[in-house]
């Protein structure tokens, strides 16, 4: 079965998809398997359990990015992801924690990646207006052998029902009997 993409969607976009499926287990790997530094780093000591859900979220959009047909609702998922980042980021944000420099930056690149999880999902996934999707494309596939205009009334003409599914004997109207000389009568003693 073909795939077509509709408006918007081409060779670039799938890229830029695929290039942030494998962004987003990278960066998975990083919060399950070295949150504590990470944390550090933002001055966000005590988090790391929930960068760890939050590297499992990665890692969910980023296997569904690579395997899917359609990427564009798991890449609609990043960009829910993204904004939980962006929001748990900020509450970092603020007069008390010594390393917001930090904080600053990792915001920057969670809004630029963002912008392109946008840009991408939007050219493959579409939204809620559904433009933009992978579509099944059956339009080679008529399911018949001819063209329609010689396929009209074939079957009236070139067909023969089998005799196993004709109408018996017996139970035929009188006129179309085998023998229509038999009367009434003769057919009640049979």
Not at 16 to 35: T, V
Request: proline residues 6%; aromatic residues 6%.
């Amino acid at each position: 079965m073909a795939y077509r993409q509709n408006s918007g969607a081409n060779g670039s976009a799938m890229a830029l998809a695929r290039g942030l499926g494998w962004f987003s287990i990278g960066l998975a790997l990083a919060e399950m398997l070295i949150p504590r530094m990470l944390t550090q780093q933002m001055g966000m000591e005590g988090k790391e359990p929930l960068l760890r859900f939050y590297g499992a979220r990665e890692l969910a959009a980023g296997i569904g990015i690579l395997v899917s047909d359609n990427p564009g609702p798991w890449l609609w998922g990043r960009v829910a992801g993204d904004a939980l980042d962006l929001a748990t980021l900020a509450t970092a944000l603020n007069e008390q924690n010594r390393r917001k420099g930090n904080v600053a930056i990792a915001l920057a690149a969670v809004a630029g990646v963002t912008a392109l999880d946008c840009i991408s999902a939007q050219a493959l996934g579409g939204g809620a207006n559904g433009k933009g999707q992978l579509v099944h494309d059956y339009s080679d596939r008529r399911g018949m052998p001819r063209p329609p205009d010689e396929m009209r009334g074939a079957a009236r003409t070139d067909f023969t029902a089998p005799r196993d599914m004709r109408t018996p004997d017996a139970l035929r109207p009188f006129t179309s009997q085998p023998t229509p000389e038999r009367t009434f009568a003769e057919h009640s003693r049979v």
